[in-house]
């Protein structure tokens, strides 16, 4: 089914909106994070960079609708190892820990791609095999596939974007239909060595080969923030601090002294929402919320009216990736979880981040717009 | 299938809700307390140190001051990854020409402290600073921040009395906050003199800045300013002009001196001279000089350790200060304190007569005599004239009658009547109070008992008897003065930076001296005839002198084989006293050398023309400095020299 104007009426006008709506408010966080009201500001350039990340993210949208969804399953293959061969490529001659490859005038980040097409592959996975996730074997497959790309990026340590892979693929299995016991024996069995090796760790000193030290203090901080209150703990302890004195209404725009006299770390990217808390306040934190509640909302309306089960895992798998970002990025900004590196989707600063979150976006609005009940 | 989704969506509400819950619970139920925190973030108080007290002589010259400096710093923490402390030196110095050397012997010092900023250099000059500050893309760390520094304006003057500054000891630190003070480490405190000595007026109370600052404590704006509140000003009784002049006059003598001795293998060279001139009615002093003395801007921007050292292990000793710290026998000095036990309490009168037949003195059952100064017997002197004479054996005489009537103690009893073995309490840090030997400190010490020979030595000031020459002025002023024995004091008046007195010294009695008027008066006629009869043995230098001056010489032996002090203390004039002058001449074998030095002093003081072909030097602020006039310093020498040929003790 190529292009139709006609298609265009499908549309859930709620989805395009509701990230508009998310955009805007991230440039105006950013604007003030990046202190564009200082004379001496260079802001205005972060700010041109995340429009024309918009911009091309918008181009990707429009012409990924050309498509049907359909043959990114019948290519998935192909994406799915060629991206993966470039992560290894990464690994090989990159040696930074940012797992960014320098293109000129842009710099691409593979792991935020990847992200779109593990779940692409992983869809038609699923979807291939859904009822041998009745039996224990048929996990095998799709954790493999999942595995790739969580050990390649973990290894570039960048322990966040590697535990949305994971969450990725228990979302995607559990929308699947997967046996939810087996899904408890693998993942729970799993969190429940990862817990036994870093109690060792901490009571036997044996090595931990899958954590990076800095990444235990993060874990360690997230339990106990007042261990080092100007070292590892500074970065939560200054959100917080950011957020709570924003109180009800927030301190106004650019008026946020955390956010301004620099206090607060990572501002305009990792940590955007406490700069959000801090200037808006609760209701600036609550709208925020509630926007992202009503995106993820309608798409897995979007994922349930899905003409195929594939175009539903993907939706599925699209509201699992962005779902874990919203509460790892907003949870550990609340202290509610440990401080990992990623960002909020559609407010972040960041085109990698701002370009993949829109093409998922995009993917979306192509699997809402070839739904199944095409009424005239 | 569709139950899963319905279990997603009620997922995602679930934890969005526990978001809410948790922002609400920070914003909302804590949200006071965290705008708090966030208010305490941004505001820094930072401390604006006061500017130290000056210093002002008794006509209002300012003598010592504050002015900017500028000190280079690396903080270790920002040196960039690209750059190592070695090679970021290097590109310093290449850049400003400051020696490499010295700058990583001071990093290694200060990274053993572990410092956060460690000072590489203190006060550079103002190109310096430019040339940093215009590269500090390419010197991350690299730091120049301002500070004031103690100006000295003459730093050659009165070096021992005012006295430099320094870092606080960690000793220093301790005790002043114990007192109550405020004083953190790396302040500026005083280490010497009236630095230290009135350093809780001069250091003022520092005041504080609000600021706004980012978490890299950078300053943003500034909210508020308490001023500080500028160090008291002291007013001294110095006078910088006759400070100046017997600094001058002191150098150029003491050039002299030594010059002669060295061609002289009879004499030993002379290891300093230093005066005092005080007020005899209040204990004013109003200039007391030490020489060889030191530049005291070489300490005001801290002094370089080897700097220190060398003036440290000067054999001349140039930092101590003698006229305070010299623990010396007064020689014929004492006889005055002599001469009033024995008018007190052997009913001595001044017509009393004694007869010196052989210029030696016997005590009985004891071989060896004690001997004049002078070589012959003096025939029939009376007392008055004894003292004139400095005649030993009289008063070997007089010690031996104390002894025989009141054993060892009624001399050192008087000694201690006239201030000896006590501080005098001048405002100075670190006096010392000598010492008077008596019976009981004999048995403590070498544990045997007094002896005769005890009395005889200590009643012509020898002995184990220790003076400084700031008590033996002091004793001068008293009989001078009709008794009273005042505290000496450089400062006058403590004002505010608004000039307002805040402490006013009075003259302030020590003691008023227990002997009668006539017994004083004895002393005077004897110190009058010292100097005014041909007689006398400063009668050459003065006798003539358009003022009348009353005055003691003293020549005090170190030990038998060991040079000796010359002293001189006199007052004029006679009738009114005035000013008091005290001149020791440390190892300078005579007193002798030391009369055209007073002599000059008393000139300089009454306006009365100086000798032949002596040249005041002008005084100029530092650098330059007090400069000294070395030509025709030799006169004053070769006048006096057959003076005292006759005339010495």
């Known amino acids: 089914m190529q292009w139709n104007r006609k298609l265009i009426n499908n549309l859930n006008w709620y989805i395009p909106l509701s990230v508009l709506l998310l955009i805007i408010i991230g440039m105006?966080?950013?604007?003030?994070?990046?202190?564009?009201?200082?004379?001496?500001?260079?802001?205005?350039?972060?700010?041109?960079?995340?429009?024309?990340?918009?911009?091309?993210?918008?181009?990707?949208?429009?012409?990924?609708?050309?498509?049907?969804?359909?043959?990114?399953?019948?290519?998935?293959?192909?994406?799915?190892?060629?991206?993966?061969?470039?992560?290894?490529?990464?690994?090989?001659?990159?040696?930074?820990?940012?797992?960014?490859?320098?293109?000129?005038?842009?710099?691409?980040?593979?792991?935020?791609?990847?992200?779109?097409?593990?779940?692409?592959?992983?869809?038609?996975?699923?979807?291939?095999?859904?009822?041998?996730?009745?039996?224990?074997?048929?996990?095998?497959?799709?954790?493999?596939?999942?595995?790739?790309?969580?050990?390649?990026?973990?290894?570039?340590?960048d322990l966040g974007t590697s535990l949305v892979f994971l969450a990725i693929?228990?979302?995607?299995?559990?929308?699947?239909?997967?046996?939810?016991?087996?899904?408890?024996?693998?993942?729970?069995?799993?969190?429940?060595?990862?817990?036994?090796?870093?109690?060792?760790?901490?009571?036997?000193?044996?090595?931990?080969?899958?954590?990076?030290?800095?990444?235990?203090?993060?874990?360690?901080?997230?339990?106990n923030p007042g261990v080092d209150p100007i070292g590892i703990g500074y970065n939560l302890i200054q959100s917080k601090i950011a957020l709570g004195s924003g109180?009800?209404?927030?301190?106004?725009?650019?008026?946020?002294?955390?956010?301004?006299?620099?206090?607060?770390?990572?501002?305009?990217?990792?940590?955007?929402?406490?700069?959000?808390?801090?200037?808006?306040?609760?209701?600036?934190?609550?709208?925020?919320?509630?926007?992202?509640?009503?995106?993820?909302?309608?798409?897995?309306?979007?994922?349930?009216?899905?003409?195929?089960?594939?175009?539903?895992?993907?939706?599925?798998?699209?509201?699992?990736?962005?779902?874990?970002?919203i509460f790892e990025n907003i949870g550990m900004t609340m202290g509610l979880m440990p401080i990992t590196g990623l960002p909020l989707p559609f407010i972040s600063y960041g085109g990698n981040s701002m370009i993949s979150s829109l093409l998922a976006i995009g993917l979306v609005i192509n699997i809402n717009i070839r739904r199944k009940k095409i009424l005239f | 299938m569709d139950r899963r989704i319905v279990i997603f969506k009620i997922l995602i509400i679930a934890v969005f809700v526990v978001l809410i819950i948790q922002a609400a619970y920070l914003q909302l139920i804590?949200?006071?307390?965290?705008?708090?925190?966030?208010?305490?973030?941004?505001?820094?108080?930072?401390?604006?140190?006061?500017?130290?007290?000056?210093?002002?002589?008794?006509?209002?010259?300012?003598?010592?001051?504050?002015?900017?400096?500028?000190?280079?710093?690396?903080?270790?923490?920002?040196?960039?990854?690209?750059?190592?402390?070695?090679?970021?030196?290097?590109?310093?110095?290449?850049?400003?020409?400051?020696d490499l050397a010295t700058m990583q012997k001071n990093f290694l010092m200060g990274e053993q402290q572990r410092s956060a900023a460690?000072?590489?250099?203190?006060?550079?000059?103002?190109?310096?600073?430019?040339?940093?500050?215009?590269?500090?893309?390419?010197?991350?760390?690299?730091?120049?921040?301002?500070?004031?520094?103690?100006?000295?304006?003459?730093?050659?003057?009165?070096?021992?009395?005012?006295?430099?500054?320094?870092?606080?000891?960690?000793?220093?630190?301790?005790?002043?906050?114990?007192?109550?003070?405020?004083?953190?480490?790396?302040?500026?405190?005083?280490?010497?003199?009236?630095?230290?000595?009135?350093?809780?007026?001069?250091?003022?109370r520092s005041g504080l800045e609000r600021l706004e600052v980012n978490s890299r404590g950078e300053k943003i704006n500034s909210l508020g300013i308490k001023p500080p509140l500028p160090g008291h000003n002291l007013i001294l009784n110095l006078d910088m002009e006759l400070q100046h002049y017997v600094e001058c006059l002191l150098q150029e003598q003491f050039n002299y001196l030594r010059e002669y001795a060295e061609n002289d293998p009879e004499l030993h060279t002379p290891e300093g001279v230093a005066a005092i001139v005080l007020d005899p009615n209040s204990g004013a002093v109003l200039a007391m000089a030490n020489i060889?003395?030191?530049?005291?801007?070489?300490?005001?921007?801290?002094?370089?350790?080897?700097?220190?050292?060398?003036?440290?292990?000067?054999?001349?000793?140039?930092?101590?200060?003698?006229?305070?710290?010299?623990?010396?026998?007064?020689?014929?000095?004492?006889?005055?304190?002599?001469?009033?036990?024995?008018?007190?309490?052997?009913?001595?009168?001044?017509?009393?007569?004694?007869?010196?037949?052989?210029?030696?003195?016997?005590?009985?059952?004891?071989?060896?005599?004690?001997?004049?100064?002078?070589?012959?017997?003096?025939?029939?002197?009376?007392?008055v004239k004894s003292i004139a004479r400095s005649n030993n054996i009289v008063f070997y005489d007089l010690g031996y009658r104390l002894y025989l009537k009141y054993q060892g103690e009624k001399l050192a009893e008087t000694a201690r009547e006239y201030g000896l073995g006590q501080q005098t309490g001048i405002d100075l840090p670190r006096e010392v109070a000598g010492l008077v030997p008596d019976g009981d400190w004999k048995w403590e010490t070498r544990g045997e008992g007094w002896y005769p020979g005890d009395s005889v030595?200590?009643?012509?000031?020898?002995?184990?008897?220790?003076?400084?020459?700031?008590?033996?002025?002091?004793?001068?002023?008293?009989?001078?003065?009709?008794?009273?024995?005042?505290?000496?004091?450089?400062?006058?008046?403590?004002?505010?930076?608004?000039?307002?007195?805040?402490?006013?010294?009075?003259?302030?009695?020590?003691?008023?001296?227990?002997?009668?008027?006539?017994?004083?008066?004895?002393?005077?006629?004897?110190?009058?005839?010292?100097?005014?009869?041909?007689?006398?043995?400063?009668?050459?230098?003065?006798?003539?002198?358009?003022?009348?001056?009353a005055g003691k010489t003293g020549t005090a032996q170190t030990g038998t084989s060991r040079p000796n002090h010359g002293f001189f203390v006199g007052y004029a004039p006679y009738q009114e006293p005035e000013i008091a002058v005290l001149v020791f001449l440390e190892k300078g074998n005579s007193s002798a050398y030391t009369l055209p030095i007073a002599a000059n002093i008393f000139r300089k003081y009454f306006g009365l023309e100086s000798l032949e072909g002596e040249e005041e030097t002008e005084l100029a602020p530092s650098p330059e400095g007090a400069e000294l006039n070395s030509e025709n310093q030799g006169n004053l020498l070769f006048q006096f020299l057959y003076e005292v040929f006759s005339n010495d003790e």
């Open chain 1, 169 to 223: 693929l228990i979302g995607m299995l559990f929308a699947g239909g997967a046996n939810v016991r087996f899904m408890l024996l693998i993942f729970g069995g799993g969190l429940l060595v990862i817990i036994a090796f870093i109690v060792c760790h901490f009571w036997f000193d044996t090595p931990l080969f899958f954590l990076k030290e800095y990444q235990l203090n993060r874990l360690v901080v997230f339990i």
């Open chain 1, 247 to 325: 109180q009800l209404i927030g301190k106004g725009l650019f008026a946020g002294t955390q956010n301004q006299l620099h206090f607060l770390p990572e501002k305009h990217t990792d940590f955007i929402f406490s700069v959000i808390g801090e200037e808006f306040g609760f209701l600036g934190v609550v709208l925020v919320i509630l926007i992202y509640l009503l995106l993820l909302w309608q798409m897995l309306n979007v994922a349930r009216k899905a003409r195929d089960n594939y175009g539903r895992l993907v939706v599925i798998g699209i509201s699992s990736m962005f779902f874990f970002h």
């Open chain 1, 28 to 157: 105006i966080a950013i604007s003030s994070a990046v202190e564009i009201n200082k004379v001496d500001s260079n802001g205005m350039i972060a700010l041109q960079r995340q429009v024309v990340a918009v911009m091309l993210g918008i181009i990707l949208i429009i012409a990924n609708l050309f498509f049907d969804y359909r043959v990114f399953k019948y290519y998935s293959d192909i994406i799915f190892l060629s991206t993966a061969g470039i992560l290894v490529v990464i690994l090989v001659i990159g040696r930074t820990s940012s797992g960014w490859i320098n293109l000129g005038l842009i710099n691409f980040q593979p792991s935020e791609l990847a992200k779109i097409v593990l779940i692409l592959v992983l869809a038609g996975v699923i979807d291939d095999n859904q009822d041998e996730l009745q039996y224990l074997i048929g996990f095998f497959k799709p954790i493999t596939y999942a595995l790739i790309p969580f050990v390649l990026v973990l290894l570039q340590n």
């Open chain 2, 292 to 383: 060889p003395g030191f530049n005291l801007n070489d300490f005001a921007g801290g002094i370089s350790q080897d700097r220190y050292n060398q003036l440290l292990y000067d054999p001349l000793e140039p930092l101590w200060n003698d006229p305070i710290k010299a623990e010396v026998p007064p020689g014929s000095i004492f006889k005055l304190v002599t001469g009033t036990a024995a008018v007190e309490y052997l009913g001595i009168k001044a017509e009393t007569e004694f007869i010196d037949d052989s210029g030696k003195y016997y005590l009985p059952n004891w071989s060896r005599p004690f001997r004049n100064w002078h070589k012959k017997g003096e025939g029939k002197l009376d007392f």
């Open chain 2, 30 to 98: 804590k949200g006071e307390y965290y705008y708090q925190l966030s208010e305490g973030n941004r505001i820094s108080l930072r401390p604006i140190s006061a500017p130290r007290g000056k210093m002002i002589d008794r006509q209002g010259n300012i003598l010592v001051n504050n002015k900017l400096s500028h000190n280079l710093y690396l903080l270790p923490n920002e040196i960039s990854i690209e750059h190592t402390p070695q090679s970021l030196l290097e590109k310093l110095s290449g850049l400003t020409g400051i």
């Open chain 2, 118 to 204: 460690v000072i590489l250099k203190r006060n550079i000059p103002l190109e310096i600073k430019v040339i940093v500050e215009e590269n500090s893309d390419e010197l991350p760390g690299v730091l120049v921040k301002d500070s004031t520094i103690r100006d000295y304006v003459y730093g050659e003057l009165a070096p021992h009395s005012i006295g430099y500054v320094g870092e606080i000891s960690l000793n220093d630190l301790q005790q002043f906050n114990e007192l109550g003070y405020d004083y953190k480490g790396g302040d500026v405190v005083g280490i010497t003199g009236l630095e230290r000595e009135y350093e809780f007026h001069l250091k003022g």
């Open chain 2, 457 to 549: 030595n200590l009643s012509i000031g020898q002995g184990d008897l220790q003076t400084t020459p700031i008590q033996l002025i002091n004793i001068v002023s008293a009989i001078a003065n009709g008794g009273k024995l005042y505290r000496p004091f450089l400062v006058d008046q403590i004002v505010n930076a608004a000039g307002e007195i805040v402490v006013d010294y009075k003259p302030r009695l020590n003691r008023v001296l227990p002997f009668r008027d006539s017994t004083l008066a004895i002393l005077r006629e004897g110190m009058y005839q010292a100097t005014n009869s041909s007689y006398g043995t400063a009668g050459k230098q003065f006798k003539d002198f358009p003022i009348k001056v």
